[in-house]
């Protein structure tokens, strides 16, 4: 990471798996900017959600931004993200394989009934966003 003198501090909390997966990830990680005084935090273990609330519990600074260790971005993501200044804000991320449908719900309805849940969801695509600048709501 390279600390820069813009916006506030904060917690990356990298929820992977026992092992690294991609060199990509890591090149990425590294050239990336973040806010002076910024802590990283790298969960170990097969619990993706148990690995982001350890790192929750370690938090620093005003924001939280949860990243898997099979993505790669630019070096001013992150500046570009909180400069929105928005409560919870994400980038947009697509799935590794065809469709390449974008990791964010256009529409999410979860049915609860009295022994399971039934979701129905729609991914956002390459098609909604031919066009779109800024940001998008999703659910």
Excluded at 73 to 80: A, G, I, W, Y
Excluded at 84 to 96: D, G, Q, T, Y
Aim: aromatic fraction near 10%; proline fraction near 6%; charged fraction near 20%.
């Amino acid at each position: 990471m390279r600390f820069v003198d813009t916006g506030p501090p904060g917690t990356i909390v990298v929820a992977q798996d026992h092992l690294g997966r991609y060199v990509d990830f890591e090149q990425s990680l590294e050239l990336l900017q973040v806010p002076q005084g910024t802590k990283q935090w790298r969960i170990r273990s097969g619990a993706c959600a148990m690995n982001c609330n350890i790192g929750v519990s370690k938090r620093v600074g005003d924001w939280v931004w949860f990243i898997d260790d099979d993505h790669t971005f630019e070096p001013d993501v992150l500046l570009r993200l909180l400069a929105h200044n928005k409560e919870i804000i994400a980038p947009l991320v697509p799935m590794r394989y065809p469709p390449f449908d974008f990791v964010m719900y256009s529409k999410l309805n979860l049915i609860e009934y009295d022994t399971h849940t039934t979701v129905l969801s729609r991914y956002y695509t390459m098609e909604d966003l031919t066009g779109v600048s800024g940001l998008i709501h999703v659910q």
